[in-house]
C-alpha cells in the first residue's frame, strides 16, 4: 500500500467518535431481555467499521480489542446469547475504553493497556463462558468479583486542569492510603522537559495497588472532588490475576481468548490481509481470524457522511482568527462612524448614509461568523441519559430523565465549560433531590423521579433549567447548618430566596451523610464559580415535596458582551447589562449611613449598601456628592448593591478583549474593550467588584 | 538550591524559573528541602521533571537534606526513586 | 547555534543590535529582538490596584497592552508626558507564554551594534537590592550604555501580577 493513509486519520477519528455516541445511544435503547435486533446491528456495524479502520491504519490494539468485541456482539446478533444486565455493562464500559483508545491514538499518547486488557479480559470471559456453559440466563453471576482475598488496583489519570482546579493528587493518596496498605506506581511518560512544562499542568497518571477489607465507596469518595478532572478506574483484581497481562486469562474455551493481547502479529496479519472480503466475519467460527481491514471502505464512508450533511470541517483556530478580525473590523467601523458625525459640508449626509450602511453590514457579518461557532447544547445534554442511567443504577433510585430543547445553540466555548456545572447540578438533584421510591409512592408521587433539563433563547443569553420532581430543598436543614457554620446569627430571620443562597456558599453540603454521588459539598460553590466565570448567574427555586429548580443564565459567547457604559472621572467603563437591575437618581433622603461607615440607600424596601467606583478604582470623579451622580444597581452572587458613577453613557455591544494576555487578573475587572475612539475601557464584574467592596468595608 | 518552606502551585512558577536556571549549570546542582514544610503535587512534578532532564543530560543532582513532609509526600505520590530522596538525610 | 558561532563568541566575542534610549541623564539599551515597535505617547487608561509604575494599559493594534513607566520603575524624577514622550513596545518571554508591554522613556537614541566582549559587568550594588536584570555596561562614543535584561525586569513582575500576588518568590541561589 504506497498511499498515505495519515491523511484519512482525522476523518476517521472524526467519525469513530460519532459512531461511539451512536453505539452509545443504542444501547442505552437496548432493552434486557427483548432486544431490538435493529439495534443491535447498528452497535454491531459500528465496532465493525471501527475495527476495520484501525486495522487499515495500523492502530493494533483498538483493532485487537473491537474484534473481541464483535466476536462477543456477533454472538448477541446470532441470538446465541441473551442480553443480560451485565452484557449491558461491559459493551457501555467498551464504548468508554474505545473513546479513551482513539483519544490517545489521535493525541500520540501510549494507550491505558491495563485498563483495556482488563476489559477484554472481561469480554473473553463473558464469551468464554457462553460456550462452557449454554444456558445464557446463568451466565450474570459467575464474573462478580471473586471473594474477599482480592485487592483493589485503582487506575487514576488525572487531566491536566486537576491541579489548576484545586486538587491535589497528593491529598487524594494521602486519604487512600489511610484507607489500607497501598503501593503507588507512578507513570511520568508524558512528562515534557522542563522547560516545557506548564507548572499548573499535571503529566502524572498513578496505578494503586490497595490491600485490605476497603468498600468501593470509600476508595470513590476519595477521588470525589476531582470528578470529572480525570480518569478513574477501580477494579477488584485477585491476587493471581493482578498482574492480567503476563497471566494467561483461565478458562481459554475459544481461540479468540488465545489471541495474545495487543501485538504486532495483528499489524502484520491485517496488512497481508488487506485485500481481503470486507464482509463482516460471520459467526462465531471466524472470530479466531485477526481483524480484516477494509482499506476502501473506511475513507468512501468518511466522504460520504460528509457529502450526507453538505458541511466541511473547520478547525477552531481558523475560525477563532476569523472572529479576532471581525473584531478588529467593528472596532475600525465604530471609530470611523464617530469620525463621520465630525463633519459637515455637502458631502456628510453621503458619508454618514454609508457608514449608517456599513454599521449594518457590520453587524450582520458579526453575527454569521458568531453563529459559526454556535452548537446545540445536545452535544452536552448527551451524556445524561448514561450517567443518569449509572448513577440511578448504583443509588438505587428510579430515575427518568426529560430533555428539551437540545436544538438550543450557544457558543462553541460555552458549551464546553457548562457540561461540569451541569452534571453537578444533575447528580446533585439525583442523589439529594429525588427520593428513593418507597418514600415516593409513600408521598403519593409515581416511583420514578424526573429530572428535567431543558434549553432556551432569552434574549442575548441562554437559560438551561435543570429541574426535579423530589422533595425539595429542605430550609430547615439549611438554616440550621448555616447557623452551626456561624454563617448567619441564630435570629437572623431570612427569606426563602436567602436561605437557598447560602447553599452556594463554600463547603455547604445538606446531606445528612456523605455520599459517594456527590460527595462532601463539592459542587454549588463550584458550580456559581464556574458560572460566573463565563459571565453567567445562577438562581435556585425550591418548594417543598414538589422539587426544585435551578436556572443557570449564560451568554450565548464569550466574544461579546452588551453593556452600559458609565464615566467616573475621566474613566469608562462598561458594566454588563445581564448584571444591571435598574439606574437611578439618588435623592438626599433616601441615603443613610450604617454606624457612620457604610452608605446604604433604600431601593424597593431594602437597604443596599453603596459602592463608590471612584474610591474602588482610585480615580479622581467628577462629583462626590451622592445626588449629584447616579446609582447603577447591580446584582452579583445574589446580592445587590449600587455603583455610584458620574454619568451613564450609553448601551452598546463591545468586543471583550482579555487583559491576562498581557498583565494580569484585577479583581472586580472581566476583561477590557477598545472604544470608538481607540481608547481602552475596563469591564466591571459585578460580583468580584462586590468581593472587593465588602473586604474594604469589613477592613 | 534551599526550597523553600512552601512549594505548592502558587509559586510553581518561580520555582520552575529557578530550576530552569539550574538546568544547565554544569557541576553537580544540590537541592536542599530540608526547610520544605508544605509541597503539593505541582511542585514535585517539576522537581521530579528537573531531576529526569539532568539525568538525561549527564549531569548529576544531590540532596543536601530533606524534610520529613517532603520525603512522606514523595513517597505517597510513588516519587522517591524517580527523585532519588532515598540517599538523603532526613 | 552553529559551530562557527560558538568558535566566534569564545574569541571575538558575539556581536548584537542594541536599541538605546534616555532616561534622565542615562542611556539604556535593550536587545533590538525585542522591540516590537516605538510609538509616541497617548493617554492611558488607568488600571486598579497596579503598582504605581504601571500606569495603565493601551489599545496596540486590537491587543490590551500595559504601560511601564522606567523612570518611576527605577525611582529617578518624575517627568511630564509630553507629545515628544516615546513609548517602546517590547515583549518578553515569561514563563506564562510571550507578554507584550510598553515602556516610557524621555526619547530613543540609536540602534547600536554591541560585541559581547566589550560588555563589562555590572557592578555589586549592595545591599540596594537585586540589579540581576542589569546585563553589563559597555562603552559606545564615550557614553557609558546600561545593558538591561527586560525579561528579569518587567517579565518577573509580569508573571507575579498574573500569578497570585501572595506568593513567596523562590529563592534561586545556585548550589
Known amino acids: 500500500m504506497t498511499v498515505d493513509l495519515t491523511q484519512f486519520h482525522d476523518a476517521f477519528f472524526e467519525e469513530s467518535f460519532e459512531a461511539l455516541d451512536a453505539m452509545e445511544a443504542a444501547l442505552l435503547k437496548l432493552d434486557i431481555g427483548a432486544p431490538d435486533p435493529e439495534l443491535i446491528n447498528t452497535i454491531f456495524r459500528v465496532a465493525h467499521s471501527i475495527k476495520g479502520g484501525s486495522a487499515t491504519f495500523g492502530f493494533t490494539d483498538i483493532a485487537s480489542f473491537t474484534h473481541s468485541l464483535e466476536t462477543l456482539l456477533d454472538e448477541l446478533r446470532s441470538g446465541a446469547m441473551a442480553v443480560t444486565d451485565q452484557v449491558s455493562d461491559v459493551l457501555l464500559k467498551s464504548v468508554d475504553v474505545m473513546r479513551a483508545m482513539l483519544r490517545a491514538v489521535q493525541a500520540k499518547q501510549p494507550i491505558d493497556a491495563q485498563r483495556v486488557s482488563d476489559l477484554q479480559f472481561d469480554l473473553e470471559v463473558i464469551i468464554a463462558r457462553k460456550h462452557a456453559a449454554p444456558p445464557p440466563s446463568a451466565a450474570p453471576q459467575a464474573a462478580a468479583p471473586q471473594a474477599a482475598a482480592a485487592r483493589w488496583q485503582v487506575r487514576f489519570r488525572p487531566y491536566r486542569e486537576l491541579l489548576a482546579r484545586g486538587n491535589d493528587p497528593l491529598r487524594m493518596l494521602r486519604e487512600l492510603g489511610e484507607l489500607g496498605e497501598m503501593q503507588v506506581r507512578i507513570d511520568a511518560q508524558s512528562l515534557p522537559a522542563l522547560t516545557d512544562l506548564q507548572p499548573q499542568d499535571c503529566h502524572l497518571a498513578w496505578t494503586i495497588e490497595l490491600s485490605g477489607e476497603v468498600p468501593e465507596e470509600a476508595i470513590r469518595q476519595v477521588f470525589d472532588w476531582a470528578e470529572g478532572d480525570c480518569e478513574l478506574q477501580i477494579g477488584r483484581t485477585a491476587e493471581a490475576a493482578a498482574e492480567p497481562q503476563v497471566e494467561q486469562p483461565p478458562a481459554p474455551a475459544t481461540p479468540a481468548a488465545t489471541e495474545p493481547a495487543p501485538s504486532e502479529t495483528v499489524a502484520a496479519q491485517a496488512d497481508s490481509q488487506a485485500e481481503g472480503p470486507p464482509e463482516a466475519p460471520a459467526a462465531t467460527g471466524a472470530a479466531a481470524s485477526a481483524p480484516r481491514a477494509e482499506p476502501a471502505s473506511k475513507p468512501e464512508a468518511a466522504v460520504s457522511a460528509h457529502g450526507d450533511s453538505g458541511s466541511i470541517r473547520v478547525s477552531v483556530d481558523k475560525i477563532d482568527e476569523l472572529m479576532n478580525t471581525v473584531g478588529e473590523l467593528v472596532i475600525t467601523q465604530a471609530m470611523l462612524s464617530q469620525l463621520g458625525g465630525q463633519f459637515d459640508g455637502p458631502q456628510a449626509e453621503q458619508l454618514r448614509a454609508g457608514l449608517a450602511q456599513l454599521e449594518r453590514n457590520m453587524r450582520e457579518l458579526q453575527e454569521s461568523v458568531m453563529r459559526v461557532r454556535m452548537l446545540p447544547i445536545s452535544f452536552v445534554f448527551s451524556r445524561f441519559p448514561r450517567m443518569v442511567r449509572d448513577l440511578a443504577h448504583r443509588l438505587g433510585k428510579q430515575i427518568e430523565l426529560k430533555l428539551t430543547g437540545e436544538q438550543t445553540e450557544l457558543d462553541k466555548t460555552v458549551l464546553e465549560k457548562i457540561g461540569d456545572p451541569l452534571v453537578h447540578l444533575v447528580r446533585n438533584c439525583i442523589d439529594h433531590g429525588i427520593e428513593p421510591p418507597e418514600k415516593r409512592v409513600a408521598a403519593g408521587k409515581p416511583a420514578a423521579g424526573t429530572v428535567h433539563l431543558d434549553a432556551t433563547h432569552r434574549g442575548g443569553n441562554i437559560a438551561v433549567e435543570v429541574s426535579d420532581d423530589g422533595g425539595g430543598l429542605d430550609k430547615e436543614r439549611i438554616l440550621a447548618k448555616a447557623r452551626a457554620r456561624g454563617l448567619i446569627g441564630a435570629n437572623d430571620t431570612l427569606s426563602d430566596a436567602e436561605i437557598y443562597e447560602l447553599i452556594f456558599l463554600p463547603g455547604f453540603s445538606t446531606a445528612e451523610k456523605t455520599t459517594d454521588v456527590s460527595g462532601r459539598g463539592v459542587g454549588m460553590d463550584v458550580v456559581r464559580r464556574n458560572v460566573k466565570s463565563l459571565g453567567g448567574k445562577i438562581e435556585v427555586s425550591s418548594e417543598a415535596g414538589r422539587g426544585s429548580r435551578f436556572t443557570i443564565t449564560l451568554p450565548l459567547t464569550l466574544a461579546i458582551v452588551d453593556g452600559q457604559s458609565v464615566a467616573v472621572g475621566s474613566e469608562t467603563y462598561i458594566v454588563p447589562l445581564i448584571s444591571i437591575v435598574e439606574s437611578m437618581q439618588l435623592k438626599n433622603g433616601n441615603v443613610s449611613r450604617l454606624s457612620g461607615q457604610a452608605e446604604v440607600f433604600s431601593f424597593r424596601g431594602d437597604y443596599l449598601p453603596i459602592i463608590r467606583l471612584h474610591e474602588v478604582f482610585g480615580v479622581e470623579p467628577h462629583t462626590r456628592a451622592l445626588h449629584e451622580g447616579l446609582v447603577v444597581v447591580a446584582e452579583g452572587d445574589g446580592r445587590r448593591v449600587g455603583l455610584f458613577v458620574d454619568d451613564l453613557l450609553g448601551q452598546q455591544q463591545v468586543v471583550i478583549k482579555s487583559l491576562e494576555t498581557n498583565y494580569g487578573h484585577i479583581e472586580g475587572i472581566s476583561g477590557a474593550t477598545i472604544l470608538g475612539d481607540g481608547s481602552v475601557a475596563l469591564i466591571l464584574d459585578v460580583p468580584g467588584l462586590i468581593r472587593v467592596a465588602s473586604m474594604r468595608i469589613a477592613a | ?90 | 547555534m552553529s559551530a562557527n558561532a560558538t568558535v566566534e563568541q569564545q574569541h571575538g566575542g558575539e556581536s548584537r543590535q542594541v536599541l538605546t534610549f534616555v532616561l534622565g541623564n542615562e542611556t539604556y539599551g535593550v536587545d533590538i529582538l525585542r522591540v516590537q515597535e516605538i510609538r509616541g505617547w497617548s493617554a492611558v487608561t488607568k488600571i486598579p490596584h497596579a503598582p504605581p509604575h504601571v500606569l495603565g494599559v493601551l489599545n496596540l493594534r486590537g491587543s490590551i497592552v500595559p504601560i511601564v513607566d522606567l523612570r518611576m520603575r527605577f525611582a529617578l524624577e518624575r517627568a511630564e508626558y509630553t507629545a515628544i514622550t516615546v513609548i517602546i513596545v517590547m515583549s518578553v518571554v515569561t514563563s506564562a507564554g510571550r507578554r507584550d508591554f510598553g515602556v516610557v522613556v524621555d526619547g530613543v537614541s540609536d540602534v547600536v551594534d554591541v560585541n559581547s566582549a566589550e560588555v563589562k559587568p555590572a557592578p555589586e550594588l549592595g545591599a540596594r537590592g537585586s540589579t540581576d536584570y542589569l546585563l553589563g555596561l559597555v562603552s559606545i562614543a564615550e557614553r557609558m550604555v546600561v545593558l538591561l535584561d527586560i525579561d528579569r525586569l518587567i517579565g518577573r513582575e509580569l508573571t507575579a501580577i498574573a500569578g497570585s500576588e501572595d506568593g513567596e518568590p523562590m529563592a534561586a541561589d545556585a548550589a
Open chain 2, 1 to 90: 538550591m534551599v526550597l523553600q518552606p512552601e512549594c505548592t502551585l502558587a509559586d510553581a512558577a518561580e520555582l520552575k524559573g529557578a530550576l530552569c536556571a539550574l538546568l544547565a549549570h554544569e557541576a553537580t546542582v544540590t537541592l536542599d528541602g530540608a526547610l520544605v514544610d508544605r509541597i503539593d503535587t505541582a511542585a514535585l512534578q517539576l522537581l521530579a521533571a528537573f531531576v529526569r532532564d539532568r539525568r538525561l543530560a549527564g549531569r548529576a543532582v544531590e540532596w543536601r537534606a530533606v524534610s520529613r513532609a517532603m520525603h512522606s509526600a514523595a513517597q505517597l505520590l510513588g516519587m522517591g526513586s524517580m527523585l532519588s530522596l532515598s540517599e538523603a538525610a532526613q
